[in-house]
Nanobody
Framework: QVQLDESGGGLVQSGGSLRLACAASKRTFSTYVMGWFRQAPGRERELVATINREGGIIVADPVKGRFTISRDDAKNTVYLQMNRLKPLDTAVYSC???????????????WGQGTQVTVSS
């Protein structure tokens, strides 16, 4: 399996920024697409953003215009730049990777350990 190492979570004030990073232990067919889920208490898990090896990007409506996903292929690393954060963005953010977007969207593939993002008022 692919190991995903996450970093960048923390506590910020409303309007602040964080950058999450997710480094994959290796690059294989099973890491064709990478992305981020988030899970908050009382809310359904949602897919925040994804990016594939060709640079194809999907970003969820609630974070469009504020979050940017990117990748550094030399480092097998995906980033999530989060700007103008809101309290409703508070959640555990988990990196995922899979061989296809269809697999990833249903939560299949490899998962990181999750990192807490807390946005205060």
């Amino acid at each position: 399996q692919v190991q995903l190492d996450e970093s960048g979570g923390g506590l910020v004030q409303s309007g602040g920024s964080l950058r999450l990073a997710c480094a994959a232990s290796k690059r294989t067919f099973s890491t064709y697409v990478m992305g981020w889920f988030r899970q908050a208490p009382g809310r359904e898990r949602e897919l925040v953003a994804t990016i594939n090896r060709e640079g194809g990007i999907i970003v969820a409506d609630p974070v469009k215009g504020r979050f940017t996903i990117s990748r550094d292929d030399a480092k097998n690393t995906v980033y999530l730049q989060m700007n103008r954060l809101k309290p409703l963005d508070t959640a555990v953010y988990s990196c995922v990777t899979a061989a296809s977007i269809d697999i990833l969207k249903v939560g299949r593939g490899s998962w990181g350990q999750g990192t807490q993002v807390t946005v205060s008022s």
